[in-house]
C-alpha cells in the first residue's frame, strides 16, 4: 500500500481480555517497529524487526506483550490479559535500508 | 548503541520569533539522524533527514537542521515560527556503519508552544 496501515484504529477491550492489533507496512520495507505513547508522553520502543534477524525485543514491559512479523511483512502486537496501564496509542513504524521511519496513525487502546 | 538527548521539554516561543530546538546524540560509529513532529492527535511526520551530504539539511514548512559531528548534535532551527508549527518534536538517530539503518532511537520529544 501506499503508507503503514494499522488495525484497529481504535480498541476497546475490558481489563483481562487478550487483543491483537495489525500493522502492515510500506511494501519492500525490511525494518518495523513498534512504539507506545501514553498520553501526553514521548515513544517508547517495544520491539524492532529487521529482515530475517532475531528481534529485538528489549522494549517489551512484560511476558504479557509479544509480537510477530510473519512472511518479512504484516505484524501482529498481541497484549495478554489487558491491564488499565496498557491503555496507549500504539504505533507502528516501516522503514528501508536508509532508515527512514514512516509510521501508521496507530491504535489507540483504551482497557476498562 | 546510540543515544539521543532532547534537553528542551517544552519550549514557548511567540509568533514570527526564531526558535532552535536541541539534539545531541551519541554513538560511536557513523549516523543517521532525523527530526520528525507530531501534530495534536496525528501521527508522526518526517521533517527532515541527514544521511549523508551537506550538513546543512533544509526539511518541510521552513525547517533545517544542521549537522555538527563534532559537538554531536543535530539542532532544529526555523527563523519565524507561526502557529499552525505548535506540536511535538522528537529528534532520532540510526547507525549508518553497515550502509543500512540500524535501529531508530528516539529521543524524548520537545513540545514547541507557539503563542501570538
Known amino acids: 500500500g501506499a503508507g503503514v496501515s494499522q488495525s484497529p484504529s481504535n480498541k476497546v477491550t475490558e481489563k483481562g481480555k487478550d487483543v491483537e492489533l495489525r500493522c502492515d507496512p510500506i511494501?519492500?520495507?525490511?525494518?518495523l517497529y513498534w512504539y507506545r505513547q501514553s498520553l501526553g508522553q514521548g515513544l517508547e520502543f517495544l520491539i524492532y524487526f529487521q529482515g530475517n534477524s532475531a528481534p529485538d525485543k528489549s522494549g517489551l514491559p512484560s511476558d504479557r506483550f509479544s509480537a510477530e512479523r510473519t512472511g518479512g511483512s504484516v505484524s501482529t502486537l498481541t497484549i495478554q490479559r489487558t491491564q488499565q496501564e496498557d491503555s496507549a496509542v500504539y504505533l507502528c513504524?516501516?522503514?528501508?535500508?536508509?532508515?527512514?521511519?514512516?509510521f501508521g496513525q496507530g491504535t489507540r487502546l483504551t482497557v476498562v | 548503541a546510540q543515544s539521543v538527548t532532547q534537553l528542551d521539554s517544552q519550549v514557548p516561543v511567540f509568533e514570527e520569533a526564531p526558535v532552535e530546538l536541541r539534539c545531541n546524540y551519541s554513538?560511536?560509529?557513523?549516523?543517521?539522524l532525523f527530526w520528525y513532529v507530531q501534530y495534536p492527535n496525528q501521527g508522526l511526520q518526517l521533517l527532515l533527514k541527514y544521511l549523508s551530504g551537506s550538513t546543512l539539511v533544509k526539511g518541510i514548512n521552513g525547517f533545517e537542521a544542521e549537522f555538527n559531528k563534532s559537538q554531536t548534535s543535530f539542532h532544529l532551527r526555523k527563523p519565524s515560527v507561526h502557529i499552525s508549527d505548535t506540536a511535538e518534536y522528537f529528534c532520532a538517530v540510526s547507525a549508518s556503519s553497515t550502509g543500512t539503518a540500524s535501529k531508530l532511537t528516539f529521543g524524548t520529544g520537545t513540545r514547541l508552544q507557539v503563542t501570538l
Open positions: 513504524a516501516s522503514s528501508s535500508y536508509s532508515g527512514v521511519a514512516f
Open positions: 511494501s519492500g520495507h525490511t525494518a
Open positions: 554513538s560511536s560509529v557513523s549516523v543517521y
